[in-house]
């Protein structure tokens, strides 16, 4: 969980330095509800927050089904007792926590700027913590189909209308879709769906297919916040690292 002070220390990035392009108040504000650009998801987003409580500090969410039904996502038996094991560990074993990548979609919900920028031929996201990075190639090449297993796996998207769609596969079996400890295989594939609802707002539906540990794919929602007039910070995670000994579960 992060201090409200914590939070500050994140979003101080490059002193408010002002962005060309973004739409204004009158104020000088950016205008988050600015109309939505045509076929682009580019800029630096936040990830979702919530509230603790009335009036609590915001919080990043790291739990997928935070906004599911309760009992909605159709774990099969033995990935039921993976995620009871690592919740009564306190999430010890984390990976993420131990300054390797956080793998995706756990790679959305982490308390740090991303960026997304768009070229021809490929879109790469850029994420803050870890220094995490993803190659999403839109050139009309197929996913590789012996991939070498890897953290962040390998995307390929197109346009669907005004929608992005994104599949990848090829990750390793190494990562947790998020930080309460969902298991996935390395048969794992993934589709993301971004549309931009408004010039500051970002709607990405994500969809998990494991056969491997759910009973069927199943989707959950993430809204992403433009962060405008900043830009990414390097973030080395073992750079006077100290937690790992701390981390020793229950």
């Known amino acids: 969980m992060l201090s409200a002070a914590m939070l500050l220390i994140v979003l101080a990035q490059w002193l408010n330095y002002p962005a060309a392009g973004i739409p204004r108040l009158p104020d000088g504000k950016p205008n988050l509800s600015a109309p939505a650009l045509t076929r682009d998801v580019s800029g630096t987003w936040m990830g979702p927050r919530e509230t ?4 609590g500090p915001p919080r990043y969410a790291t ?3 935070a906004d599911l039904p309760e009992g909605s996502v159709p774990l099969k038996p033995h990935a039921r007792a993976i995620v009871g094991e690592r919740f009564g560990q306190l999430g010890k074993d984390n990976p993420f926590s131990r300054c390797l990548p956080a793998g995706v979609p756990a790679a959305w919900m982490q308390p740090a700027p991303i960026k997304i920028a768009q070229s021809p031929g490929v879109t ?3 994420y803050e913590t870890r220094g ?7 050139d009309g090449r197929a996913l590789p189909k012996d991939p070498n297993p890897s953290w962040m ?14 599949e990848s596969s090829g990750f390793n079996d190494r990562t947790w879709l998020d ?34 540990f ?3 794919p199943w989707t959950i929602k993430v809204v ?9 910070l390097e973030d080395v995670c073992l750079e006077n690292e100290r937690s790992v000994p701390h981390m020793i579960g229950k």
């Open 224 to 232: 992403l916040e433009l962060a405008p007039d900043t830009e990414l």
């Open 124 to 126: 790469f996201i850029l």
């Open 52 to 55: 603790l409580g009335p009036g």
């Open 179 to 212: 930080g309460i400890g969902h298991p996935h295989g390395e048969r794992l594939r993934v589709i993301e769906r971004f549309r931009r609802r408004d010039f500051g707002h970002l709607d990405l539906d994500v969809t998990i297919d494991d056969e491997e």
């Open 63 to 65: 739990y997928l089904a």
């Open 214 to 216: 759910y009973e069927k």
């Open 153 to 166: 796996g390998y995307s390929v998207g197109r346009w669907e209308g005004d929608v992005f769609v994104v």
């Open 132 to 138: 995490m990075y993803r190659q999403v190639f839109t």
